[in-house]
């Protein structure tokens, strides 16, 4: 049985840093990927950055890119997504998916609230 549950986030002020954390199990080693969404009311939940299994490719969107860095554990089994230099639009639920290469098995995290205010 595949699981992903998130842990972190938090408020934080604008130029402040939080940290976003992904466990998952249920996936043999690492062959899944993992990606971070954010969505806030009124719009469609979007991506943020993504890793693939042997983190030999990431992606960031232009709205976080060289702010936010992503990586992951694989003797944790444990994605992070460090968030610095944070800004009022980073106000978000974020979302923590994993996705398998075999198989099709998708999963999303139970979402953690992430609040940027001075």
């Known amino acids: 049985q595949v699981q992903v549950v998130q842990s972190g986030g938090g408020l934080a002020q604008p130029g402040g840093s939080l940290l976003l954390s992904c466990k998952i199990s249920g996936f043999p080693y690492d062959r899944y990927a993992v990606g971070w969404f954010r969505q806030v009311p009124g719009k469609e939940r979007e991506a943020v950055s993504c890793?693939?299994?042997?983190?030999?490719?990431?992606y960031y969107s232009a709205s976080v890119q060289g702010r936010f860095t992503i990586s992951r554990d694989s003797r944790r089994n444990t994605v992070s997504l460090q968030m610095d230099s944070l800004e009022h639009d980073d106000t978000g639920d974020y979302f923590c998916?994993?996705?398998?290469?075999?198989?099709?098995?998708?999963?999303w995290g139970q979402g953690i609230q992430v609040t940027v205010s001075s």
């Open positions: 998916y994993a996705e398998g290469y075999v198989g099709g098995v998708r999963r």
């Open positions: 890793i693939s299994g042997l983190a030999e490719e990431k």
